[in-house]
């Protein structure tokens, strides 16, 4: 069982649709969250970073955390053709120097 | 842009050969970590070292080794090349091992 699990996708939504990507984790020492996006060829860059359950918000976009669940979630609002790429998920444990990515979510917004 | 570099953007070579990887952090930070990102593995933890020193250490195989020099930048050996090492190689650079990672555009390596 890998330690981050997430849906690959694809994912296809009109413009203007609210987006919920999900991950979960096996693992209760992981204490911090991350959601990157990555362009195609192009590096993953960070959107999201989380340490306690709850929401935080940023725009259009808010991270979610239950670690009760171990369940982590993106969601965007009003959703644009440049959103569209691909969304990783990524836990670092406390005390830990690497990050554990999910497999990534293919994300296309139809205009 | 993140502020990392990574030379070169593509690398062909042939199975068994060895190439090198090269990654300059951005100003300041002393961390720099490298990540593989293959269609089936996704993308994979290598090798972290912070200020010249190895810090971490995920699925890194023998055939691969790292290093960072004094000036922070760090470079990838990737030995005995097989077909299956062909994948998209990133660093990242970060001031320390909690903070947020910042990644290059990646190497992409193909092995024929």
């Known amino acids: 069982q890998k330690e981050v699990e997430q849906d690959p996708g694809p994912l296809s939504v009109p413009e203007g649709a609210i987006v919920s990507l999900n991950c979960t984790y096996s693992n209760s020492a992981f204490q911090y969250f991350m959601w990157y996006r990555q362009y195609s060829r192009k590096g993953p860059e960070l959107l999201m970073y989380?340490?306690?359950?709850g929401n935080k918000e940023d725009g259009r976009f808010t991270a979610q955390v239950d670690k009760s669940s171990k369940y982590i979630s993106l969601f965007i609002r009003d959703s644009q053709p440049s959103d569209s790429a691909t969304y990783l998920c990524a836990t670092l444990r406390g005390g830990a120097q690497k990050l554990v990515f999910g497999q990534g979510t293919r994300l296309t917004i139809n205009p | 842009d993140s502020g990392v570099t990574q030379t070169p953007k593509h690398l062909i070579t042939a199975t068994g050969q060895r190439v090198t990887l090269r990654c300059s952090p951005r100003s300041g930070d002393l961390s720099v970590y490298w990540y593989q990102q293959s269609l089936d593995q996704g993308l994979q933890f290598l090798i972290q070292y912070y200020n010249g020193e190895e810090r971490a250490k995920g699925n890194i195989l023998e055939r691969f080794s790292a290093q960072q020099f004094p000036d922070l930048h760090s470079e990838l050996n990737l030995s005995s090349l097989e077909l299956g090492d062909s994948a998209l190689y990133f660093c990242?650079?970060?001031?320390?091992?909690?903070?947020?990672?910042?990644f290059g555009p990646g190497t992409r390596l193909t092995v024929l």
């Open positions: 990242a650079s970060s001031v320390d091992w909690s903070d947020t990672q910042y």
């Open positions: 989380t340490y306690s359950s």
